[in-house]
């Protein structure tokens, strides 16, 4: 079974521009977390899709935002970049809040910000 | 408000000793606990989870400790082995609440010295 992927894994955009991930889950999962992961502030929930709808959103401005598409792939936007945005982006996908909760993290997307 | 936190940043040992990470929450509502390994270029995998039912889980070389009590869990790895290298995060979610959200731990990184 093909893991969870995310591209671009790589990207270079200025401060004011708007940049778009996506993530494909492992097929058969339908929810999707973002987190983004910086020296200074660890792991960080983003937001949860399941079923095309936002589950669950962490503390970040309005300038993050996401979606997910019906075949479950899921994409984040992030407008008017500034350099804090730089980071690493993951996904993580998972069938539901099973048992065990386990979560299946894609590579992740590095995220510059000039 | 970091509600998971990792006071190690980083922990060196010598190959076949033990290596114990620490972890410290404060959210009471927290009631299932990860732990996640993560090499660089790649998303965290996961390693083991214990539910707060418990105060111990056993997978192979991996134990994870918990103390309900001082909100605080360690994971023991005996014997290390220098593919053990890595950060590792722990993580919590509260299992009742809507959604797949978990808070991470800033990250221990670990070395393996052979």
């Known amino acids: 079974k093909a893991g969870v992927t995310q591209t671009p894994r790589y990207l270079i955009k200025t401060r004011g521009q708007q940049v778009t991930l996506s993530c494909s889950p492992i097929?058969?999962?339908?929810?999707v977390s973002w987190y983004q992961q910086t020296p200074g502030q660890g792991l960080q929930f983003l937001f949860e899709?399941?079923?095309?709808?936002?589950?669950n959103k962490g503390n970040f401005p309005g300038r993050f935002s996401g979606r997910q598409f019906s075949n479950s792939r899921s994409e984040m936007n992030v407008s008017t970049l500034e350099l804090g945005d730089s980071a690493l982006y993951l996904c993580?996908?998972?069938?539901?809040?099973?048992?065990?909760?386990?979560?299946?993290f894609g590579p992740g997307t590095r995220l510059t910000v000039l | 408000d970091q509600q998971v936190k990792q006071n190690s940043p980083s922990l060196s040992v010598q190959e076949g000793r033990i290596s114990i990470l620490n972890c410290d929450y404060t959210?009471?509502?927290?009631?299932?606990f990860l732990w996640y390994k993560k090499y660089p270029a790649e998303g965290p995998t996961f390693l083991i989870s214990i539910s707060s039912i418990k105060d111990k889980n056993e997978d192979g070389r991996f134990t994870v400790f918990l103390n309900k009590s001082a909100k605080h869990l360690s994971l023991h790895i005996v014997p290390s082995q220098p593919g053990d290298s890595a950060v590792y995060f722990c993580?919590?979610?509260?299992?009742?609440?809507?959604?797949?959200?978990?808070?991470f731990g800033g990250g221990t990184r670990v070395l393996v010295k052979p």
């Open positions: 097929s058969g999962h339908r929810s």
């Open positions: 959210n009471s509502m927290f009631d299932y």
């Open positions: 993580a919590a979610t509260d299992l009742m609440a809507a959604g797949n959200k978990l808070t």
């Open positions: 993580a996908s998972s069938f539901d809040r099973g048992a065990y909760n386990e979560q299946f």
């Open positions: 899709y399941f079923s095309e709808t936002q589950r």
